[in-house]
């Protein structure tokens, strides 16, 4: 079978990996996702060495962002935005959302004056605002703007980009060091901006950098359960909850760890498509003498009709291969017989010893 | 002997094995990272549960999904389920959710590969 190397996810591996870029949606923001990114992202802020004040301040800079997103999104029904990002000792936090063309100067000018005050300016600016209580047509008071730059301790950052006359997308960016001295932080408005239109036109809706494991594997189904590919069947649902478990098993059981730590297992993943195909991405590295073997089975895997699919997998559950003490050596015939589809897969070498390995299923909803 | 009830998680099943009413149930999700290790002390208890003669055996699976890595210990389950029945009196059901064909597909899958008779029943 010849190699697909378009769907190798090595370079956005990279590219993410070095803006420390960790978690990316974009699409519809329902109730329970937002409460299961939350979740998400707290957790992997626990994990970090900083301090609980900053953890509560990028909690609540993620709140503020994540309702700017889903209040707009009811007017206006349109895709949303999230992405975190792990920079150096710093957390950044980009939310983009559509606003029609006549709040673009209000928001921008609330934002300047913000960002031109100092500290104590800016705390009586907070309590004049919250004693004109003038609730803007949204429910929001400009308060949260003033908020996220008192908790983040930086200035705000922000771009709009014409969609049409009528409308505008919002694009806003909050950095929370964790090293309260230091305020440098960077401004990564456009290297983020140039992700989200890169995989608006691939139709990837989530992409995850990261470490793999199977607390993160329960993370990432409570996530998907909760994005909008629950609109198809519950016999779909399940298959594609199926699909990902294998796929993110995969890496957190077979990935190649860089480290010594053999429980970190470093890789991508993504969930795109749309209303009628479901397509998962994975890639992690592997060992350069794994990869004939994976290969080939892959590639045999690939070459069976369904019949034949179903009589390997008898034949494997019966005698699972030595090699797979983990696994049962089961999970591309099964990922086969389930989708209907060939799996799809590449290489790209690295060195002498690693390589990082791809793989793609298609899922019809 | 004692009977066995763990109760389930995010990524195990809940299992009861009641050994007095000679009843088995594996309900919800199985993918666990080490199904060996999961699996390792319910193969056990259904073996010394066939060791002490049993006069009846009801099974009930109820899951919704199960990893690769839990389909083999699976297998093993309904090879000594195979021993049990071939000593008492026994009923295997396999209730999928409606239109799941997957799992009601694994359910003849387990039925053909070790011999038990499993009934299948849509929820």
């Not at chain 1, 950044?92 to 209000?106: D, W």
Request: charge should be negative; aromatic fraction near 10%.
């Amino acid at each position: 079978m010849q190699q697909q190397n378009n769907i190798s996810l090595y370079k956005n591996y990279i590219q993410m990996q070095e803006l420390g870029l960790e978690y990316l949606y974009c699409g519809h923001f329902t109730l329970n996702l937002t409460e299961s990114i939350l979740s998400f992202a707290e957790n992997k802020l626990a994990k970090n060495e900083e301090t609980g004040k900053v953890n509560k301040k990028t909690y609540f800079i993620m709140v503020e962002s994540l309702q700017n997103i889903t209040r707009h999104q009811k007017e206006q029904d349109k895709e949303g935005f999230f992405a975190l990002q792990k920079l150096n000792e710093n957390t950044v936090i980009t939310s983009g959302n559509y606003i029609s063309a006549k709040e673009v100067n209000p928001i921008k000018e609330k934002i300047e004056k913000i960002n031109s005050l100092t500290t104590d300016e800016l705390k009586n600016y907070y309590m004049e605002t919250l004693q004109l209580n003038s609730l803007s047509d949204k429910g929001g008071a400009g308060l949260g703007l003033i908020e996220m730059a008192r908790k983040s301790g930086n200035k705000l950052v922000y771009d709009f980009v014409t969609i049409n006359p009528e409308y505008y997308y919002f694009y806003f960016q909050t950095n929370i060091c964790s090293n309260l001295i230091s305020s440098i932080c960077p401004n990564t408005i456009s290297q983020v901006k140039e992700i989200h239109e890169k995989i608006s036109e691939a139709k990837i809706k989530l992409i995850y950098q990261g470490l793999f494991s199977q607390e993160s594997l329960l993370e990432f189904i409570k996530m998907f359960e909760n994005t909008g590919h629950s609109k198809a069947e519950l016999s779909v649902q399940k298959k594609n909850i199926h699909i990902l478990i294998e796929l993110l098993q995969n890496i957190s059981l077979h990935g190649l760890s860089l480290n010594n730590n053999k429980n970190e297992k470093p890789g991508i993943y993504t969930v795109g498509g749309d209303e009628n195909i479901c397509i998962f991405t994975t890639g992690n590295f592997i060992e350069n003498n794994e990869i004939d073997t994976v290969k080939n089975k892959i590639d045999y895997t690939n070459s069976l009709n369904p019949l034949e699919l179903e009589e390997l997998y008898d034949k494997t559950l019966l005698n699972p291969p030595k090699e797979s003490i983990k696994g049962a050596g089961l999970g591309f015939i099964d990922m086969r017989l389930k989708t209907h589809s060939k799996i799809n897969y590449c290489f790209d070498p690295i060195n002498d010893s690693t390589s990082f390995f791809t793989v793609q299923l298609n899922i019809v909803q | 002997m004692e009977s066995l009830v763990i109760p389930h998680t995010d990524d195990t099943p809940y299992v009861n094995l009641d050994i007095e009413k000679g009843f088995f149930v594996l309900e919800n999700c199985s993918f666990p990272e080490d199904a060996v290790g999961f699996y390792a002390p319910i193969l056990e208890a259904l073996q010394s549960f066939l060791a002490v003669a049993p006069k009846k055996f009801t099974c009930e699976i109820k899951l919704k999904y199960f990893n690769t890595s839990s389909a083999k210990q699976l297998l093993q389950i309904f090879e000594v389920i195979r021993q049990i029945s071939g000593h008492c009196d026994t009923s295997v059901t396999w209730f999928y959710d409606k239109g799941d064909k997957d799992m009601q597909q694994a359910a003849e899958r387990y039925s053909r590969l070790s011999g038990v008779v499993i009934v299948t029943k849509e929820n």
